[in-house]
């Protein structure tokens, strides 16, 4: 089955404790990106890749770091996470150059205490 | 860049009842135009799309027209249900890019 994986699914923290969120795909996409999701204000996207060891920052990518050592693979690091990044992330992935089959991960809910 | 704006709500809704969100976009050229949603404690799941002007998504009973004349993009749908209830999102793609640019999302909670 097609699917994009993240873990965990829930997390509690506190600040300044680093974590990593996984994330997987199984369907050989080159383009993985990390969204936020944050209500009022939709999703935005925090960092992409268009394939392994190429990534960029995306719309708000401060606190925030990635690699992509394999295909399959996009960790999301939060270095020293802190209270606003309290939030739901979604790991997307899609094949280089199409937007219509962009495939989301169920999510990570985080919260920074 | 490209830009869409979203009806936010939320809505509230009996079953049976007709639904309209409201999208509206700014974008160069005709992209392709999505709407996706989000049902309780999941991840965003493509709902319907559109990918050139006058052509119409359809899909679960939900409808949506792509008018380049209005650049809207509406959700429709005209008898909602209880298993309706989630977030929906208008999207479209950022110049040309793999990235899509979301609008902020309408709850809808549809009651029996």
């Known amino acids: 089955e097609a699917q994009v994986t993240q873990n965990p699914r829930y997390l509690i923290t506190v600040t300044g404790k680093k974590l990593t969120v996984t994330c997987s795909q199984n369907?050989?996409?080159?383009?993985m990106s990390w969204y936020r999701q944050d209500p009022g204000l939709g999703l935005r996207q925090i960092y992409y890749s268009m394939n392994v060891e190429v990534t960029d920052k995306g719309d708000v990518p401060e606190g925030y770091k990635v690699s992509r050592k394999e295909k399959r693979n996009f960790p999301l690091i939060l270095e020293s996470p802190s209270p606003n990044q309290t939030s739901l992330y979604f790991c997307?992935?899609?094949?280089?150059?199409?937007?219509?089959?962009?495939?989301f991960g169920p999510g990570t809910r985080l919260t920074v205490l | 860049g490209n830009s869409v704006t979203q009806m936010e709500g939320p809505v509230t809704l009996s079953e049976e009842a007709f639904l309209t969100i409201n999208c509206t976009y700014t974008?160069?050229?005709?992209?392709?135009l999505f709407w996706y949603v989000q049902y309780p404690g999941e991840g965003l799941q493509l709902l319907l799309k559109?990918?050139?002007?006058?052509d119409k998504g359809s899909n679960k009973g939900f409808e949506a027209t792509y008018r380049k004349e209005t650049t809207s993009f509406h959700l429709e749908k005209g008898s909602v249900q209880v298993s309706d209830s989630a977030v929906y999102f208008c999207a479209l793609p950022q110049g040309g890019s793999e990235k899509l640019v979301f609008g902020k999302g309408t709850k809808l909670t549809v009651n029996p």
């Open positions: 369907m050989n996409h080159e383009y």
């Open positions: 559109a990918t050139k002007a006058d």
């Open positions: 997307a992935s899609t094949p280089r150059g199409r937007t219509d089959t962009q495939y």
């Open positions: 974008a160069t050229g005709y992209p392709s």
